[in-house]
């Protein structure tokens, strides 16, 4: 369930309170996108993990092989 405070954060541009200018805006800048790119990371790493539980001929209902899980998540299909 999702509170009306993670509502508020989720409709707002991540980083929106991030100062501009100064070199305390760059260091919060510069954290705000590393904390982003763990993120990601963390989300392609499960997403991988639930696609290689599953066996091969699931994978071949979706249009993946298992050599294909890895670049399907991090770049998308054709």
């Known amino acids: 369930m999702v509170t009306a405070d993670r509502?508020?954060?989720?409709?707002?541009p991540f980083g929106a309170s991030i100062p501009r200018k100064?070199?305390?805006?760059?260091?919060?800048?510069?954290?705000?996108?590393i904390a982003a790119a763990v993120a990601e990371e963390l989300r392609i790493r499960?997403?991988?993990r639930q696609l290689r539980a599953m066996d091969?001929?699931?994978l071949k209902d979706i249009g993946l092989t298992?050599?294909?899980v890895g670049s399907a998540v991090r770049?998308?299909?054709?």
């Open 66 to 68: 298992r050599l294909d």
């Open 7 to 12: 509502e508020v954060a989720a409709t707002q």
């Open 56 to 58: 091969d001929h699931m």
């Open 75 to 78: 770049y998308g299909r054709d």
């Open 46 to 48: 499960s997403d991988m």
């Open 22 to 33: 100064g070199p305390a805006g760059f260091v919060t800048r510069v954290v705000a996108r």
